[in-house]
């Protein structure tokens, strides 16, 4: 298992530099000056000044050497200096991304209790208008687009009915509906997982053994049929974590939430290299690591999985 863990972690290293790779030959190739675009005033746009800024930055050495000092200070934990405030990364996107955990962790709760709930009816009553139901809602909420589907919300639950703050302002009120959002369309993908596992698991022999025996539908529910159907509910949802924080994006920009996902956004519009770096390199990181905890979670559930 040990042995596991550091192989994964080692993973991690390789993931990010490729990613990070990538990313830097990409915004390297990008048309745009940004300390040109960023700097707004008469003097920044001098030539001089820019030029200045340029060697301030590191901006005016070749590809490779930008990234070769990048990943000197990643190991360091430093994530380079952001170019329209002058603060270390790190300290900026700390807190936005303890605000994009926030609203993640507050989404996987509705995404696991909705989605589980809506599954378990399904199943148990297969065919029915409760299965009919619940199909037909999960499969619209899967094709509706979440930007569309945020507006939708916003426009009924704050616009029409005044329940929820139409400016985020960090309490839990403000929470509630984004993290609705974020959830939906994943919650509608663990109903259909969770339903379609059930059924399967349902028609194991020795669930109709635990029902020939006469033990109670609760205990043959729980112990038999749950169990054994929650496995790949917990891979998708664990992986469904990492995935909201990049779907955070659109939902953040939407409800105006002080996230990681937001702050990608102004930083594009801002050509703020090092804040769309540091945003990846973080995301990234958080996915891989997320990916090992769900795999140790896969081995816990079924003792019969063994990681070498």
């Given at each position: ?256 939430w002080d996230g990681i996902g937001l702050a990608l956004v102004n930083a594009i519009q801002q050509n703020n290299n090092p804040i769309i770096v540091g945003v990846v390199t973080i995301s990234v990181a958080v996915f891989v ?20």
């Amino acid at each position: 298992m040990g042995r596991y863990v550091v192989r994964r972690l080692g993973q991690l290293v390789v993931v990010v530099l490729g990613a990070t790779l990538v990313l830097f030959a990409c915004l390297f190739v990008f048309p745009g000056d940004p300390v040109g675009q960023i700097a707004g005033s008469d003097k920044a746009r001098d030539p001089a000044v820019i030029e200045q800024l340029h060697k301030q930055y590191g901006l005016d050495k070749p590809l490779v050497v930008q990234y070769g000092t990048y990943v000197g200070k990643l190991a360091t934990g430093d994530l380079g200096q952001d170019y329209t405030q002058g603060r270390p990364v790190t300290e900026i996107l700390a807190p936005k991304l303890a605000n994009t955990a926030k609203l993640a962790v507050v989404a996987i709760v509705f995404d696991v209790f909705i989605g589980i709930a809506a599954g378990v009816i399904a199943a148990m009553r297969r065919y029915s208008v409760w299965d009919m139901t619940v199909t037909f809602t999960t499969t619209l909420a899967i094709g509706v687009p979440s930007i569309v589907l945020g507006m939708i919300m916003q426009w009924v639950f704050v616009i029409q009915l005044g329940w929820f703050p139409l400016i985020s302002d960090g309490t839990v009120r403000s929470l509630i509906l984004p993290a609705f959002t974020l959830a939906i369309i994943d919650a509608a993908l663990v109903a259909q997982i969770a339903r379609s596992t059930m059924l399967e698991v349902m028609g194991a022999d020795y669930v109709k053994t635990a029902v020939a025996k006469g033990l109670p539908r609760v205990t043959v529910l729980f112990r038999h049929i749950m169990r054994n159907s929650v496995i790949p509910v917990v891979t998708y949802v664990g992986i469904s974590f990492g995935t909201l924080l990049g779907g955070a994006m659109i939902t953040e920009t939407i409800f105006n939430w002080d996230g990681i996902g937001l702050a990608l956004v102004n930083a594009i519009q801002q050509n703020n290299n090092p804040i769309i770096v540091g945003v990846v390199t973080i995301s990234v990181a958080v996915f891989v690591v997320l990916n090992l905890i769900v795999d140790l979670l896969y081995a816990a559930l079924d003792p019969r999985i063994r990681l070498a």
